[in-house]
């Protein structure tokens, strides 16, 4: 089954939960396992966390889009009101993100992660694959 499906929330800890659950449970939905079920939430807890603490716009942009047992996530805070960068600190997202993130926060699991941001006028992005069928069985979902 191929869907995609796009979530815009706060930039707040608890939207980046509420995203996280909502991803899970469309892949659990599709029949892939708990570890890859897993591995999704962290990866996308991981981008989201990122978006709390580094991006400067109000609110973030989950999509994911699954074609066949490849899941595509890209988390954003493009097209969004951004606040002046003196409120921010002007942190380079682009290089924290690389070199903090990419190594750290994410799992093995994550594929063909990218990332970009704070270029000026733009926002963060953070893509990053996750292959769905994986050998496991769907019985192993998580309740």
């Given at each position: 089954?191929?869907f995609?499906w796009?979530?815009?929330?706060p930039?707040?800890?608890i939207s980046?939960?509420?995203a996280?659950r909502?991803?899970s449970?469309a892949?659990?939905?599709?029949g892939a396992?708990?570890t890859?079920?897993?591995?999704?939430?962290?990866?996308l807890h991981a981008?989201?966390h990122f978006?709390?603490i580094y991006?400067r716009?109000p609110?973030?942009?989950?999509?994911?889009?699954v074609t066949?047992?490849?899941c595509?996530?890209?988390?954003?805070?493009?097209e969004?009101?951004?606040?002046?960068?003196?409120?921010?600190?002007g942190t380079?997202?682009?290089?924290?993100?690389?070199?903090?993130?990419?190594p750290r926060w994410?799992?093995?699991r994550a594929?063909?992660?990218?990332?970009?941001g704070h270029?000026?006028?733009?926002?963060v992005?953070?893509?990053?694959?996750v292959?769905l069928?994986q050998g496991e069985s769907?019985?192993?979902a998580?309740?």
């Amino acid at each position: 089954m191929d869907f995609s499906w796009s979530l815009t929330l706060p930039r707040t800890q608890i939207s980046v939960l509420l995203a996280g659950r909502l991803a899970s449970a469309a892949v659990r939905a599709l029949g892939a396992g708990s570890t890859v079920v897993q591995d999704l939430r962290e990866n996308l807890h991981a981008a989201g966390h990122f978006m709390v603490i580094y991006s400067r716009a109000p609110f973030f942009r989950t999509v994911m889009t699954v074609t066949g047992s490849r899941c595509q996530v890209l988390v954003t805070d493009r097209e969004f009101v951004f606040r002046p960068a003196s409120e921010h600190g002007g942190t380079d997202g682009r290089r924290v993100l690389q070199h903090t993130v990419m190594p750290r926060w994410f799992s093995a699991r994550a594929d063909t992660a990218e990332a970009g941001g704070h270029a000026e006028g733009s926002g963060v992005s953070i893509r990053f694959d996750v292959q769905l069928s994986q050998g496991e069985s769907s019985s192993e979902a998580e309740p």
